[in-house]
């Protein structure tokens, strides 16, 4: 009885098949038709590299024309060796190149000063401001809760607490035409409300 419980439990445990039987025998290196079996005493091959790598091969040296010219350039002061990449460029038509927008990437340390003046255009360029509303006369407070209910979603009770927690941001991210009509409004009402 044992025996046939010995037998039953070695059927249930599989053993994982090997490589080649997984493969099969012509997916050794050695079974290929293309082999060659290397010669065990073989050395290996020993290339001769150049001693600086060139990819368009060997050009032939400046003529002395060229050479003059690159001294005196070279000896021009630095103010006046910045100016010879544009007047080239012009003189040689070539296309004037296009700035690379640089919006949304973060350029970390490497931006230096020039990030530092991108950040300053875009806030001169604000498109969406906030409306804060500052202070409001006590004897006009109905009014001003009735304005700030009239341009938020608020109901009364959430319209009224948000007015006497002043100052404090009572419309976001709106036009500047939207901002100031809301400012007028609420100056209207009897309240002092800022863009910002």
Do not use: W
């Amino acid at each position: 009885m044992e025996a046939m419980k010995l037998i039953a439990l070695a059927r249930l445990i599989r053993v994982r098949p090997t490589l080649p039987e997984i493969t099969g025998p012509l997916q050794f290196r050695c079974f290929q038709p293309d082999f060659v079996p290397r010669d065990p005493k073989a050395r290996p091959k020993r290339y001769k590299y150049p001693q600086s790598y060139d990819p368009y091969g060997p050009r032939p040296s400046p003529s002395d024309k060229i050479i003059n010219l690159a001294e005196r350039i070279a000896a021009l002061p630095p103010e006046e060796r910045k100016q010879i990449g544009p007047t080239l460029a012009d003189r040689l038509r070539h296309p004037k190149l296009q700035p690379i927008s640089v919006e949304g990437i973060d350029l970390g340390q490497q931006g230096g000063g020039a990030a530092g003046t991108k950040v300053e255009e875009k806030k001169a360029e604000k498109t969406a401001f906030d409306v804060k509303l500052e202070k409001f006369d006590a004897a006009a407070k109905i009014k001003v809760i009735k304005e700030v209910r009239a341009f938020t979603s608020l109901g009364l009770k959430e319209a009224k607490e948000l007015v006497e927690k002043s100052p404090v941001l009572v419309k976001q991210g709106v036009t500047k035409d939207e901002a100031n009509d809301i400012i007028e409004k609420i100056k209207a009402a009897g309240g002092v409300a800022i863009m910002e």
